[in-house]
């Protein structure tokens, strides 16, 4: 099907109710109609999904959407179906399904009713799928999260090295590739080992305009002056990031004790408390949550107004996305980190358990966060630079936006050894 016979914009407004494309999704609905191989690298909330949904639901045959996460897939597949009068217009196809199941997903997928079949990369690997989606007509595939199959991405899955071997065995599809993760070291890598080196690039901004960068030496006096910080913003929604749950809990009751409405996030509450705790953010009944990265997958607060790392993040792709949570309204937004050298020591012994490569790849990433809690550069240039994208740190938006373009003078030492913590 050629693009230009489809009035797209049309369609946009008939299956999802908008009136106007998001950024670069245009063009790259356009490339994928084109049957292009495409590539897409867009930050977290950029409208990646409708970028090979709305392809789908026009064209013949059935798009296979590869992703990692199943309760993403039901999601998505329940969003889908809200969306046509058809249950059968979108399937997920995993482990789960009964017999009965996994024969309704086939006819549909054969009557030509489905238009996006959702899979888990494991369930790709399967030889029964594998054959029958052979002989059925396969309009494109789409890789989501496509960092997933590089190590140098920041959630890497085995199972991801194995879909090019797949996806050839069901002859030339089209492949579209979909990421927030902007490094040129990982873009190299997804288009190397899906063999699409001829792919069209669609990569946006990763220019976060209304954030302030600010990186604080982390001295004994962390506590007070994180106080003073939620003071200075008082009644303002903020998020504290802590590596470990015990630092959760001992930042979390400072602040109550100091008369801030703040409750504890992490890994180790039963997911009822959990849920609370993330209702209680998003309802406003507090002002704070303190942390582990644990919090904030799939959390959308348009008046996130502070995102604190207490300790420092493990890679500057964390950093980008956890301080992406701040300020999603276009509002102020303002992220701060604290920055030691015995937190770097920190992060180092955590990683020399885990095998070598890890612990290389993980060591390079660490050097980078630290090069950007010492620089005296722009930190939005340093962080942009990072993703491949050139800043002009004088006339760019938002470019008086961090403390070393603030007031250059400051510059951030670890300094440990002076004050031993
Ligand atoms: P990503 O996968 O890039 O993180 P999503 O696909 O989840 O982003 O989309 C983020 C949000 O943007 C969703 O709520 C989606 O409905 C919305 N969105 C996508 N495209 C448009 C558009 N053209 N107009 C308005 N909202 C859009
Ligand atoms: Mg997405």
Redesign the pocket.
């Given at each position: 099907m050629n693009s230009n016979e489809i009035d797209i914009h049309k369609e946009?407004k008939k299956y999802?109710g908008?009136?106007?494309?998001?950024g670069l999704?245009e063009q790259v609905i356009k490339s994928i109609l084109n049957q292009e191989n495409t590539f897409v690298i867009?930050?977290?909330?950029?409208?990646?999904?409708?970028?090979y949904q709305l392809p789908a639901l026009i064209q013949e045959g059935t798009a296979i959407v590869v992703s990692p996460l199943i309760a993403l897939m039901k999601n998505q597949v329940d969003a889908i179906r809200s969306l046509s009068s058809e249950n059968g217009v979108a399937h997920v196809l995993n482990s789960s399904l009964t017999k009965t199941e996994i024969a309704q997903v086939k006819k549909d997928i054969t009557s030509g009713l489905t238009k996006l079949l959702y899979v888990a990369p494991e369930s790709l690997t399967k030889e029964e799928y594998v054959n029958f989606l052979k002989n059925v007509t396969i309009s494109f595939v789409a890789i989501?999260e496509a960092h997933c199959i590089s190590e140098w991405g920041h959630d890497f899955r085995p199972e991801y090295r194995n879909l090019k071997h797949i996806i050839k065995q069901l002859g030339d599809v089209p492949i579209i590739g979909?990421t927030?993760t902007a490094t040129p070291k990982v873009q190299e890598d997804i288009l190397k080992n899906l063999d699409m080196s001829d792919a069209t690039t669609f990569k946006a901004s990763f220019n976060r305009p209304n954030l302030y960068y600010e990186v604080r030496t982390k001295t004994k006096n962390i506590e007070s002056d994180i106080i003073r910080f939620i003071k200075q913003h008082k009644g303002k929604s903020g998020i504290i990031y802590c590596l470990s749950r015990k630092k959760v809990e001992a930042i979390a009751e400072v602040l109550q004790v100091n008369g801030i409405s703040a409750v504890p996030y992490h890994a180790g509450l039963d997911a009822k408390t959990r849920a609370k705790h993330q209702d209680m953010f998003l309802m406003e009944d507090v002002d704070v949550v303190v942390a582990t990265i644990a919090f904030g997958m799939g959390i959308?607060k348009p008046d996130v107004r502070f995102v604190i790392h207490h300790d420092i993040p493990k890679s500057l792709e964390s950093y980008y996305q956890e301080t992406g949570r701040a300020g999603r309204d276009g509002g102020e937004g303002h992220c701060l980190a604290y920055y030691s050298y015995k937190d770097v020591e920190k992060l180092e012994k955590f990683m020399s358990g885990k095998p070598v490569a890890e612990q290389e790849i993980g060591f390079a990433l660490l050097q980078e966060v630290v090069a950007y809690a010492e620089t005296s550069m722009s930190r939005r240039r340093f962080l942009l630079h990072y993703f491949g994208e050139e800043f002009d740190d004088v006339n760019g938006e938002g470019a008086d936006m961090d403390d070393n373009v603030r007031n250059p003078k400051t510059k951030v030492e670890a300094i440990d050894e002076v004050v031993k913590l």
């Open positions: 946009l999802f908008f009136s106007q494309f998001k999704q867009m930050p977290t909330g950029g409208g990646k999904s409708l970028c989501d979909l927030a959308d």
